[in-house]
């Protein structure tokens, strides 16, 4: 791979890239960074891909990993899209539940995030 020569080499990438995304796809969204890798987030996400490989959902969801949302102590944590939900501090077994409601255009209520205020 070539080295960048400009920022705008790297703009023009990172526009390839984004564009390069379906947002109609059922995606589900981890936080990589090291406080949720430290919280289990590796875990999470090869639960993710065992329940997606044994449940022949390859090409129906998509996975992508992320670094830091900056909310770090609700990790680890599941994002999907497009709906735009937030399951923070989910447990293995929460994983599975996710995506299936994820893929019948549902949500998991009870782990959703909920403002405390």
Sequence with gaps: MA???????LGALR??????????RPSIVFCAGTACQASGANDIIRVAKRHIILNRLIGQV?????GCHGFCE???FILTEPQQAF?????LDD??????????GEYVEALLYQDSL
């Design 3 to 9: 080295r960048f020569t400009s920022i705008d080499e």
């Design 15 to 24: 526009q390839i890239l984004f564009n390069d995304i379906d947002r109609n």
């Design 62 to 66: 998509a996975i992508r990993a992320t």
């Design 74 to 76: 609700m990790g680890p």
């Design 87 to 91: 399951y923070p501090q989910v447990s």
């Design 95 to 104: 994983v599975p539940k996710i995506i299936d409601a994820m893929l019948a």
